[in-house]
T-cell receptor
């Protein structure tokens, strides 16, 4: 039970913003929301995480709904190197456990 | 140099053989994890360790064992390999604080004939 729901795939044009949605309607109050991405033939790479407030870093922004039942990963200007599988994951505060679902395959068109 | 190093990167072996996959880290993290990934799927947790004396089973531990030799080293063993253990294996580490991100190695591609 991955406990998060994401679209299987999305497409974007290069240099345009991308909004990757995730539903986590059964999230508990202490679960963090993590995003990772995986490029072909590589291990997952940490992108961003948050608990309640929106978060920004050099890679992306994370917008968390007020009820925490959904979140959106925002890539402000997609590049060809952003083509990857993006995983939205709930992480238990105590154990750091990650349960991966199928993720969203992002394709970026030149 | 990579912070999380897995060896070997690729391995082909035969059914029934014992195999050890090794993971070492220079991040100074207490927590280490082993995952497997099958084609087209997300990662599944095999074992995890919160410190040298703490080992826990994950979602799919049957057929696997682990050893935490030191804070920096966490090994995964397949005692008697079988073909359905053919997969991509990843090691990861994280800080002890709750909710912290995990840092992954580049994986070991294991094929069992």
């Amino acid at each position: 039970d991955a406990k998060t729901t994401q679209p299987n795939s999305m497409e974007s044009n290069e240099e345009e913003p991308v909004h990757l949605p995730c539903n986590h309607s059964t999230i508990s109050g202490t679960d963090y929301i993590h995003w990772y991405r995986q490029l072909p033939s590589q291990g997952p790479e940490y992108v961003i995480h948050g608990l309640t407030s929106n978060v920004n870093n050099r890679m992306a922004s994370l917008a968390i709904a007020e009820d925490r039942k959904s979140s959106t990963l925002i890539l402000h200007r997609a590049t060809l190197r952003d083509a990857a599988v993006y995983y939205c994951i709930r992480s238990n505060n105590a154990g750091n456990m990650l349960t991966f679902g199928g993720g969203t395959r992002l394709m970026v068109k030149p | 140099d990579a912070d999380v190093t897995q060896t070997p990167r690729n391995r082909i072996t035969k059914t029934g053989k014992r195999i050890m996959l090794e993971c070492s880290q220079t991040k100074g993290h207490d927590r280490m994890y082993w995952y497997r990934q099958d084609p087209g799927l997300g990662l599944r947790l095999i074992y995890y360790s919160f410190d040298v004396k703490d080992i826990n089973k994950g979602e799919i531990s049957d057929g696997y064992s682990v050893s935490r030799q030191a804070q920096a080293k966490f090994s995964l063993s397949l005692e008697s390999a079988i073909p359905n253990q053919t997969a991509l294996y990843f090691c990861a580490t994280s800080d002890r604080q709750g909710g912290q991100p995990q840092h992954f190695g580049d994986g070991t591609r294991l094929s069992i004939l």
